[in-house]
């Protein structure tokens, strides 16, 4: 699903998930405590954005990083950013996720991640099959996604189990962007991973930061007692 956020304004995306509190303080450590030992893995960057990931993860001692992303304006801002630094150890290209990985050989990435991305396609089963082709026999996936629970507020149909075309207007770069993403069962988000041969290993709900306090008061407050996301760890086992 294409939304001006992160193409027309990608650079401004950039910016704002630097420090704010739903990506900085609330979705990245909860993702990146997920993450086991990353020294010398090959990692699939699934949604890459701006590259904020693909960094931590060569940080972490990463090998090789591939970046995926269907707004290309979000693959220039990370070959500008990190093309240089990391070489022939990354490669970035714009693709859309819904066509699936032809380009990735199979049993070829000891980890994938996609953080906040899979709220945005709406047949997940078809990239959970791809996910299992590529990753390799005991490699896992972790992801991040809006917690079904949080978006049955904005449930038009009142139906918590029909999947929904949810469009909301979001003020994340500083005026206001139209984002249209599906809103989801749990029940549908797990029958897609475990019908493709995945097995779920861990699941959390995130956990806001201390820090986001002094950044805004009230949104920390909701955060520390509202569900907002939910985090998923999960492994090919054959
Ligand atoms: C909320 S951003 C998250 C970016 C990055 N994963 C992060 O956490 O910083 C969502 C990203 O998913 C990408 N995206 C959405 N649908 C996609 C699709 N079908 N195929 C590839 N990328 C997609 C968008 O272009 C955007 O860069």
Request: with cysteine.
């Amino acid at each position: 699903m294409k939304s001006e956020l992160y193409s027309k304004h990608a650079e401004k995306y950039d910016a704002a998930v630097q420090n704010n509190i739903y990506n900085a303080h609330l979705e990245r450590p909860s993702l990146q405590a997920m993450l086991g030992e990353l020294t010398d893995c090959n990692i699939l960057d699934l949604g890459c954005g701006t590259g904020v990931y693909t960094e931590y993860l060569f940080k972490q001692g990463a090998s090789t990083v591939t970046c995926i992303d269907y707004s290309q304006d979000m693959i220039n801002l990370v070959t500008n950013k990190l093309g240089t630094l990391f070489g022939n150890r990354i490669t970035a290209y714009a693709h859309d996720l819904t066509k699936g990985l032809p380009n990735e050989a199979p049993n070829s990435f000891d980890v994938i991640i996609c953080p906040l991305v899979l709220h945005y396609i709406e047949d997940l089963s078809f990239v959970f099959e791809e996910i299992h082709r590529v990753l390799k026999v005991g490699g896992y996936m972790v992801f991040s996604t809006h917690h079904p629970f949080a978006d049955f507020e904005c449930s038009l149909s009142g139906n918590y189990f029909e999947r929904e075309r949810i469009t909301e207007t979001w003020n994340t770069v500083g005026e206001p962007v139209e984002v249209t993403f599906y809103r989801r069962s749990l029940t549908e988000i797990m029958t897609a991973i475990t019908s493709n041969g995945l097995a779920v290993t861990e699941i959390t709900e995130g956990k806001v930061d201390e820090k986001a306090k002094v950044i805004d008061e009230k949104t920390y407050e909701h955060l520390s007692k509202n569900p907002n996301f939910i985090f998923v760890k999960c492994q090919k086992m054959a």
